[in-house]
């Protein structure tokens, strides 16, 4: 008999709609009273909070974080269900922190409990299966929707409303769910993870764009930000105008990019002003397949880790 510890902090997976189809958090969580149909897992659930997900801060994630390691040594996994708005962050959060080699999955639902074809009970009992089987330990934070099993660090929702919106763009999912089985065609890559009791900073993300004027990020200061993450355009390049502010904050605070695209992987290729290769030589970090909030995530969670210079370069770059 596996022993599964729940987690429920909220999200549509929690909520019901009302008649006019509005859908809010209820009174009394929805998940917490549905009786467990596997027979072979022992459910230990609770409430931790029940937050829209867009409400959850870092504060949040490391309360998840600080939880998992207190009830480690008495459960075989862990199920943390979860709005599906910034699900991503709190799996990709919990994955660079020291977690237990233990399964730990992520879940959420598109439709509300009482709504026609609801997917948020059917996502919570394939995520216990998931977190339940010995081949989910040491492959870190999954999330599991839509009989998918995808990596905390590559996931993302990818459709407002769509049941299969969590993808991993790049190379697809590690695993599958099938009516009988768990079955991994690929091995989570190893990570780096950090202890901390908290965590603090400010580092904002800036999208890019054609024409992009330069206020915003004149309007940056290095003495109020940790770090700036830049969601550069294509394979990592900037708009001519923001140039100047870049070079003056790179100078005093870490400069992270990100494409703005939504597949592939950010690399200094062009050697024209504003190009990859430019920014590169200024300083700028350019990071490996991650997105801008997750991006974001990593740059904090290695700053409050005491991270600088040659070995944060390293770290953001790897
Ligand atoms: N807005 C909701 C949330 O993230 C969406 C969801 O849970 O699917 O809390």
Do not use: W
Not at 265 to 279: D, H, K, M, N
Request: aromatic share 6%; glycine share 8%; charged share 20%.
């Amino acid at each position: 008999m596996k022993k599964i510890f729940v987690l429920h902090t909220g999200g549509t997976i929690s909520m019901q709609a009302n008649h006019d189809g509005q859908v809010a958090p209820s009174q009394v969580n929805p998940m917490i009273q549905i009786s467990n149909p596997l027979s072979d897992i022992e459910v230990t659930s609770i409430d931790f909070f029940n937050l829209p997900s867009p409400h959850i801060t870092l504060n949040h994630m490391m309360q998840l974080y600080q939880k998992i390691k207190k009830e480690a040594p008495h459960y075989d996994g862990f199920v943390i269900t979860h709005g599906t708005d910034t699900l991503e962050e709190t799996a990709y959060f919990l994955d660079t922190m020291d977690i237990p080699a233990l399964p730990i999955v992520l879940t959420g639902a598109m439709r509300s409990s009482n709504e026609l074809g609801s997917d948020g009970v059917y996502n919570y009992l394939t995520a216990l299966r998931v977190a339940a089987d010995e081949k989910s330990a040491d492959k870190g934070v999954l999330v599991v929707m839509n009989d998918e099993i995808h990596a905390a660090k590559y996931v993302t929702k990818t459709h407002t409303t769509n049941v299969s919106t969590f993808q991993t763009p790049t190379h697809g999912p590690l695993g599958l769910v099938t009516k009988k089985e768990i079955l991994y065609f690929k091995t989570a890559e190893p990570r780096v993870r950090f202890h901390l009791d908290s965590i603090s900073g400010r580092v904002p993300i800036i999208k890019t764009y054609a024409d992009m004027e330069c206020f915003i990020l004149d309007s940056l200061n290095a003495s109020n930000i940790s770090g700036l993450v830049i969601e550069a355009l294509g394979a990592g390049n900037l708009p001519l105008s923001i140039l100047p502010a870049i070079q003056r904050l790179v100078k005093e605070i870490p400069v992270v990019l990100v494409s703005r695209c939504f597949n592939g992987i950010a690399e200094p290729v062009y050697a024209y002003p504003g190009g990859g290769i430019q920014l590169q030589k200024e300083g700028v970090l350019f990071v490996k397949e991650l997105n801008a909030p997750k991006a974001r995530l990593k740059l904090l969670i290695a700053l409050n880790a005491g991270l600088k210079g040659e070995v944060l370069a390293d770290y953001i770059e790897g």
